[in-house]
């Protein structure tokens, strides 16, 4: 139990506790007062400003890569400005090298990662009345998908329209799923038997999709892209459900580009007149349908640059293996490799530590073996391990450190001796410390305990406001109103506007429906005009005085804006 460094470098130190003994958190509360006097909070480095600074050697040699120069791949992990590495480039083509700046595609992988990104560049181009494309792989897919609509080429797609049904996701897409399963084990026999759960089927559907599987791809196929899982017999129905919702997930957006893409000649043709300069941020994260729209739109000799690090390619986020890496050098032979190895976020013990542990998947496209980063900032020469005896321990150790830190939560640590050296303590707020957790059910156990200790805290997650009944109400409700509603939606808003249809009139009415091929909107079309089997008289008067609602809502919110619709819906029916 004695605090001892363990290796160097760097040192960890290492307190394994059965308790929370305070003189085993002291050399963790030293340490973190130390290395606070080297950063002030919000100073991570210039990688994340705007104002023009000089740029390291290899970022220079990013930005002045010749405007033909041909594929360049840039290697670059978490802290090493690889963003603005690539807006610099991306301003240096426009501003100094003539390239019209509407016809440069740059790819990430979030929306907001997008949206900063084309902020920042509108702040920097000197044509600010022309702007790159800035997109995720979905978004650009979609507008891609939306652009073939309103042209009406004629061209063969998977679904009708993708305005007609929108994009499933979440809830709905896991409802829709269910069902495709229910009709599945109605069918199935003793000799094949259907034993998935909706998130194995939903995970390996998504799997197949994602290697531009379609449902009649050959069986050993379907089962090794799906990890073993037999989706032979839900994913053809799940498909099914989809086109009669005339609907898409959003794995059927790249599985549709890329479709369109190698088939259509003439489409990928335009497709790489329109866009003579292509980037793709985090690189790392590409899933076989991606590369293959990256490969489609850029021959070998086009102007591509790719941004990302190997090294994290190792937790094959959604279908990402590092072996797009390799790939691409294969590809492109002619490409230029640069690394970026300055670390501007993390001190070189946290780096050091990090490389150890990924060490040996480490790959190194440069063929140098010792290319671990190398750090711009200073800080502590020391990370702490603790070790707990259990979870609850591992919290309470937390929260007695962050409180020695504060200098106490209350009067009553000063009284009682429970907090020492106050005087620099003071100096801090909660709002001063994170706490990083890996599991939902370690940050609500941390949350736990740190509110029972007296400490406030904030606990990021997006699944709270989704999980509101009144938000998923109201989303469905937007969705039947405007036409775009999955069954499940339309279940959702019967039982918050009381509309007197039960579990079974539903399920029969959904059931009638997708035996006839009918979508929600056709559904209830059809069931204005004719009585549904198996329904009883007063269960299609409800129906039937339900569906003249929904009508009316449609008629006075139609050529309302989201905001205003969602304001109306809110004041005039039980959601609000």
């Known amino acids: 139990n004695e605090v001892t460094p363990t290796m160097t470098p760097p040192a960890v130190v290492a307190a394994s506790q059965s308790g929370i003994a305070e003189d085993r958190l002291s050399p963790i509360k030293e340490i973190l007062e130390a290395a606070s006097t080297d950063r002030k909070p919000g100073t991570a480095g210039w990688a994340d400003a705007d104002p023009a600074i000089d740029l390291n050697p290899e ?44 016809g440069i595609l740059a ?74 399963l229910d009709i599945v084990k109605r069918t199935a026999t003793e000799q094949t038997p259907v034993n998935l759960t909706v998130k194995a089927a939903l995970a390996g559907i998504s799997a197949a999709k994602q290697r531009v599987l379609p449902p009649e791809a050959p069986e050993a196929d379907l089962i ?18 989809l086109q ?106 946290v780096l050091t530590a990090a490389f150890g542990i990924v060490r040996d998947q480490h790959v190194s496209l440069t063929g140098d073996s010792d290319d671990q980063p190398m750090a711009q900032v200073p800080g502590c020469p020391l990370i702490c391990e603790l070790t707990a005896a259990t979870e609850r321990s591992e919290a309470v150790a937390i929260g007695k450190t962050i409180a020695q830190m504060i200098g106490g939560t209350g009067f009553h640590h000063l009284d009682f001796g429970a907090v020492k050296d106050t005087a620099t303590a003071r100096q801090r707020s909660f709002g001063d410390f994170a706490v990083l957790y890996r599991t939902h059910g370690q940050g609500e156990l941390l949350a736990h305990q740190l509110g029972k200790g007296g400490i406030p805290c904030q606990v990021a997650s997006r699944r709270h406001l989704l999980d509101n009944p009144a938000v998923s109400a109201l989303i469905a409700t937007v969705q039947v109103v405007n036409n775009t509603a999955a069954f499940s939606d339309f279940e ?82 039980p959601i609000g």
């Open 59 to 102: 970022q220079a040699a990013v930005v002045a890569h010749p405007r033909l120069g041909g594929p360049l791949i840039v290697v670059a992990g978490p802290g090493t400005g690889k963003t603005r590495v690539l807006i610099e480039r991306i301003v240096h083509l426009v501003n100094n090298k003539a390239v019209h700046a509407d």
């Open 107 to 180: 790819v990430t992988f979030t929306q907001k990662a997008a949206a900063e990104m084309q902020t920042r560049l509108g702040k920097r181009l000197a044509d600010d009345s022309r702007q790159p494309v800035v997109a995720t792989f979905h978004s650009l897919c979609l507008q891609l998908m939306r652009e073939n609509d309103a042209d009406g080429d004629g061209a063969e797609v998977r679904q009708p329209s993708i305005n007609a049904g929108g994009i499933v996701s979440g809830a709905r897409q896991r409802a829709l799923l269910a069902d495709a």
């Open 224 to 241: 090794a892209a799906a990890g073993g899982l037999d989706i032979t017999a839900v994913y053809p129905v799940y498909q099914r459900l």
């Open 244 to 349: 009669h919702q005339a609907a898409w997930d959003f794995d059927d957006l790249i599985f549709n580009i890329v479709t369109r893409l190698e088939t259509d000649d003439a489409y990928c043709q335009t497709c790489r007149q329109r866009f003579s300069h292509i980037f793709v941020d985090e690189y790392q994260d590409l899933n076989a349908g991606q590369y293959r729209i990256v490969k489609a739109l850029c021959p070998p000799e086009s102007q591509l640059c790719v941004i990302g690090d190997p090294d994290q390619a190792i937790y094959g986020f959604r279908g990402a293996k590092v072996s797009y890496f390799n790939d691409f050098l294969e590809d492109y032979p002619g490409a230029r490799v640069v690394h970026l190895r300055r670390n501007y976020r993390s001190v070189q013990t």
């Open 492 to 573: 959702t808003m019967a039982a918050v506007f009381k509309a007197g249809i039960g579990p079974r009139t539903f399920a029969q009415i959904k059931n009638w429906a997708y035996r006839n091929g009918l979508g929600l909107r056709a559904a209830l079309s059809a069931a204005r005009r004719v009585p549904l089997p198996g329904i009883t008289m007063a269960r299609q008067q409800n129906l039937y005085d339900f569906i003249l609602r929904i009508d009316l809502l449609r008629g006075q919110t139609e050529s309302l804006s989201v905001a205003d619709q969602i304001r109306h819906l809110l004041e005039h029916t």
